[in-house]
């Protein structure tokens, strides 16, 4: 039998649970509970990112059926800007997805996201996560990245002055690689 709002199945029979919701989660229909004594909270990120009108009044529904917006404290926030770091994803979350992990590590909770990045700093942190339309990753990952030359292929260990390239003058752009935790970058 599949989750609510269509996720996977949910283990542990009718335990209640505390839960974390993505925003895109949030927005995409259904009750992210699967029982009423479930707990869901979402961040004061989620609430702003939230602009459209329907989405709004979709919000405050949830928010009037037991939805709670908390802020998680600064301990969780800065271990979750470490482990951002640390696998490569500082730069993929945003304010809002930092919050959402970091409340979730306060919280003892489950994050519920489809959000690989998100969903990667969990992993690190120990932090439980299920997706919601996807499945969920299943290792640990971290990223890297290079400058390289469009014209020559030259390789920089760092942004060159004006993404330029110093011997032949195109363009120099940055390519990542996601690649298993203790293994090196592509080409």
Known sequence: MAGPLGGPPQGGGNAPRTIVCDTSVLLAGGDPRSTAEDAVYITPGVVGEVR?????????????????????????????????????????????????????????????????????????????????????????????????????GKVYGKEPPRRECAICGHAVVKKHWRVPRGEAAGP
């Open 52 to 152: 459209r009108d329907e989405e709004r009044e979709r919000l405050e529904t949830l928010r009037a059926t037991g939805l709670a917006v908390r802020a998680p404290a600064a301990g969780p926030l800065t271990a979750v800007e470490q482990a951002a770091r640390a696998t490569g994803d500082h730069e993929r979350l945003s304010a809002a997805d930092k919050e959402l992990v970091a409340l979730a590590l306060e919280l003892g909770a489950e994050l519920l996201t489809d959000d690989r990045s998100m969903q990667n700093v969990a992993r690190h942190l120990g932090v439980p996560y299920r997706g919601f339309a996807q499945a969920e990753i299943q290792g640990l990952w971290h990223w890297q990245s290079r400058w390289r030359c469009t014209g020559c």
